[in-house]
């Protein structure tokens, strides 16, 4: 059974797998969790990490996520339309964001997401945001 709430992936769960950082084991577990029927990624992170893998040589890597995201049914890509993006700009001004977290913010909004991120700059704003450790003991717990 899966939980009520869907969620947005933000760039860095990805990044802490791909770059085998600290987290990437509980990114994974994330991910593959059989509680989260779909995970939502925004345009903006799957570009982003192209561009970091690519910078990385790591293409092949970023190649083989193109091909999960296409392959699976598990992965949804999201991106903001042309008319909402002054919502970005919004999002940047009222909560003094950058780009790509303003840009995540507005997908969260648009399709009533939750945020799942390692960014602390979530934690200083009103919304529905949620670190990849609570999460894995929600999911964990969840009946």
Do not use: C, W
């Amino acid at each position: 059974m899966a939980i009520n709430q869907n969620y947005l992936f933000d760039t860095n769960i990805f990044l802490e797998i791909f770059l085998s950082q600290e987290n990437s084991e509980l990114s994974k577990s994330l991910i593959n969790n059989k509680n989260l029927n779909t995970i939502f990624i925004s345009d903006f992170s799957l570009h982003s990490v192209g561009v970091i893998l690519s910078r990385k040589n790591k293409s092949e890597m970023f190649e083989a996520f193109i091909d999960d995201i296409l392959m699976s049914n598990k992965f949804k890509v999201l991106s903001v339309s042309i008319d909402k993006m002054p919502n970005i700009i919004k999002n940047i001004n009222l909560h003094n964001l950058d780009f790509d977290d303003a840009y995540q913010l507005t997908i969260s909004t648009i399709y009533n997401l939750g945020i799942v991120t390692y960014d602390k700059d979530f934690n200083k704003i009103d919304i529905n945001s949620i670190s990849p450790f609570n999460l894995s003991n929600l999911l964990n717990n969840y009946q």
